[in-house]
């Protein structure tokens, strides 16, 4: 059972066994409480899960619910080393821009709502910039919510590197919303 303000509880091992830790805050460096994360509880936000310590590595965005192994937040392996929690973005709106080039250059095409092909919709398969107006998002590596994710919230990426990308590469996007 949770205890009160406790939000997110990660278990070393698979179906909430073994030994857990209770957080209900962002934390840097998660590897002093487990040594690595199979299953997880999201009682509350929205949660940015990293590979690695200082929010670097891969990422996972997280909402409220259970997920008893790794693969089911689309994990890579079992390592979460540092994590941030957002609350629910409850103001309606949502817009976004991409670009084709770095520094907001090229094409640019603006969003407001899913796009589970960025190719069929944009014509260009790389983003190298892009600009957060309204709501949370999630960049995806490839078409249809799959690969890598990116979180990306309210502001200017003038580069893909700025949102945490390892290439310029998104085959997809969507909202986050309160589901």
Do not use: K
């Amino acid at each position: 059972m949770l205890e009160t303000g406790t939000v997110i509880i990660f278990y070393e091992d698979r179906n909430f066994q073994g030994q857990h830790y209770e957080s209900s805050t962002d934390c840097a460096d998660l590897s002093p409480y487990f040594s690595r994360c199979n299953s997880i509880r999201v009682e509350s936000d929205w949660w940015v899960l990293y590979e690695r310590p200082n929010y670097m590595g891969y990422q996972y965005v997280l909402s409220r619910g259970e997920y008893p192994d790794y693969q089911r937040w689309m994990g890579f392996n079992d390592s979460i080393r540092s994590c941030r929690s957002y609350p629910y973005y409850r103001g309606g709106n949502y817009r976004m821009r991409i670009y084709e080039r770095p520094d907001f250059g090229g094409q640019m095409m603006e969003f407001m709502d899913d796009c589970s092909s960025v190719y069929d919709r944009f014509r260009y398969r790389d983003i190298h910039s892009c600009h957060v107006m309204d709501g949370y998002w999630i960049f995806y590596e490839h078409p249809n919510y799959r690969g890598r994710q990116y979180f990306m919230r309210p502001g200017e990426y003038r580069r893909f590197s700025d949102w945490g990308g390892y290439s310029s590469t998104i085959g997809s996007f969507r909202r986050i919303r309160d589901f």
